[in-house]
C-alpha cells in the first residue's frame, strides 16, 4: 500500500500494538487510529512519514513516554493523543526548530498522565498553534510565557498543578485572537489583573 494517502480505522475494536508497517506508508496525509482498544508504546519513526498533515490516536489504551521524534514532523497540521495513558515529560526535543514548529495547529494531549514542565526556555514555541488543550494530566511548574504564539485561540489547561503568576503576555494586544482559556483546577496565585475584552471565555476558578 505504498500508495496510500489517507487511513482511516476510527471507531472498531482494533487492539494490540500500533503495527510498525504503517511508518512505511510514505504518502500518508490522514492516519485515524481513534477510538479502539490499541495498546503498548506509540512506534518510533513517524517523522519519516514527510507528507502527513493529520495524526489522530486519541481514545486508546497507548502507554508510555511520547516519542521525541513525533516533534520532528514536518507537515503535521492536527495531532491528537487525547484520552490515553501516556505517561513522563514532554519529549526534551520538542522545541527544536523543525518543520513542525511551524506547521502545527492543533494540539491535544489532554487526559493522560504527562507530567513536568510545559516550557522550554521560558516559552512555547509552536508559532503558528490555534488550539492547544493538555488538560487533565499532571503538568506543574509555572506556566509558559506564550510571547510568540499569535494565532492561538483555544488554550486548556485545566486540572494539572500548574503554579505562580499568569502569564501577562495571554492578555496582551497579541492575543486578541484568543477565544477560550481554561486555567481551572491548578495552583496558580499572585495578583490578577485583566483588560476588559469581550467574546472571551476564561476559567480560572
Known amino acids: 500500500?505504498?500508495?496510500?494517502?489517507?487511513?482511516?480505522?476510527?471507531?472498531n475494536y482494533f487492539y494490540g500494538r500500533i503495527p510498525s508497517a504503517?511508518?512505511?506508508?510514505?504518502?500518508?496525509?490522514?492516519?485515524?487510529?481513534?477510538?479502539?482498544?490499541?495498546?503498548d508504546i506509540i512506534p518510533k519513526g513517524f517523522q519519516n512519514l514527510r507528507e502527513l498533515r493529520q495524526l489522530d490516536l486519541h481514545s486508546n489504551k497507548l502507554s508510555g513516554p511520547i516519542d521525541s521524534g513525533l516533534m520532528l514532523l514536518q507537515s503535521a497540521e492536527y495531532i491528537d493523543f487525547s484520552n490515553n495513558e501516556l505517561s513522563g515529560p514532554l519529549p526534551s526535543m520538542w522545541p527544536i526548530v523543525?518543520?513542525?514548529?511551524y506547521s502545527l495547529q492543533h494540539l491535544n494531549l489532554s487526559s493522560n498522565q504527562l507530567n513536568g514542565s510545559l516550557a522550554y526556555n521560558g516559552a512555547i514555541p509552536f508559532e503558528n498553534l490555534k488550539v492547544l488543550?493538555?488538560?487533565?494530566?499532571?503538568?506543574s511548574g509555572q506556566l509558559p510565557s506564550f510571547n510568540f504564539i499569535y494565532s492561538l485561540e483555544i488554550l486548556r489547561l485545566s486540572n494539572n498543578e500548574v503554579s505562580g503568576p499568569l502569564p501577562?503576555?495571554?492578555?496582551?494586544?497579541?492575543?486578541?485572537?484568543?477565544?477560550?482559556?481554561?486555567?481551572?483546577?491548578?495552583?496558580?496565585?499572585?495578583?490578577?489583573?485583566?483588560?476588559?475584552?469581550?467574546?472571551?471565555?476564561?476559567?480560572?476558578?
Not at 504503517?22 to 495498546?39: E, P
Request: proline letters at 1%.
Open 168 to 205: 501577562g503576555a495571554l492578555f496582551m494586544e497579541g492575543s486578541l485572537v484568543l477565544s477560550e482559556l481554561d486555567l481551572s483546577h491548578n495552583n496558580l496565585s499572585g495578583t490578577f489583573f485583566v483588560q476588559p475584552c469581550f467574546g472571551f471565555f476564561l476559567y480560572c476558578l
Open 98 to 101: 523543525s518543520g513542525l514548529i
Open 133 to 139: 488543550d493538555i488538560s487533565n494530566n499532571r503538568f
Open 1 to 11: 500500500m505504498s500508495s496510500l494517502q489517507y487511513f482511516d480505522i476510527s471507531n
Open 22 to 39: 504503517l511508518i512505511a506508508m510514505q504518502r500518508l496525509i490522514y492516519l485515524n487510529l481513534s477510538s479502539n482498544n490499541l495498546t
